[in-house]
């Protein structure tokens, strides 16, 4: 089973910019689709960002543009970088894995998840 740990996340203000990281250890990130999930205070899990194994991505309209989500196979490594950071971005955002190659933006498809980093954009 992949183990994923998020780092990156922190304070900035609208307009700004932050790269999140997913580093995967236990398995090889090239074998999952992997996803970035965020989940706001009273809010539900929202899909942000899928990237599989081909290295194909989709996202959810509101940060097409905006955010790109890559992979480092060499260094086991899924990244989320976002820019022109809005108020309502707030959240904690997760990675997630799942093992295989349907790769849906529905955080019940996914089986293995990180603890999160926190993201503040404020004005």
């Known amino acids: 089973q992949v183990q994923l740990v998020e780092s990156g996340g922190g304070s900035v203000q609208a307009g700004g910019s932050l790269r999140l990281s997913c580093a995967a250890s236990?398995?090889?990130?090239?074998?999952?689709?992997m996803a970035w999930f965020r989940q706001a205070p009273g809010k539900g899990r929202e899909g942000v960002a899928t990237?599989?194994?081909?290295?194909?991505?989709q996202y959810t309209p509101s940060v097409r543009g905006r955010f790109t989500v890559s992979v480092d196979n060499a260094k086991n490594t899924v990244y989320l970088q976002m820019n022109s950071l809005k108020l309502e971005e707030t959240a904690m955002y997760y990675c997630?894995?799942?093992?295989?190659?349907?790769?849906?933006?529905?955080?019940?498809?996914?089986?293995?998840w990180g603890q999160g980093t926190q993201v503040t954009v404020s004005s």
């Open positions: 997630a894995a799942r093992s295989s190659s349907y790769c849906p933006l529905v955080a019940g498809n996914f089986g293995a």
């Open positions: 236990g398995s090889t990130v090239s074998n999952y689709c």
């Open positions: 990237i599989n194994s081909g290295s194909s991505a």
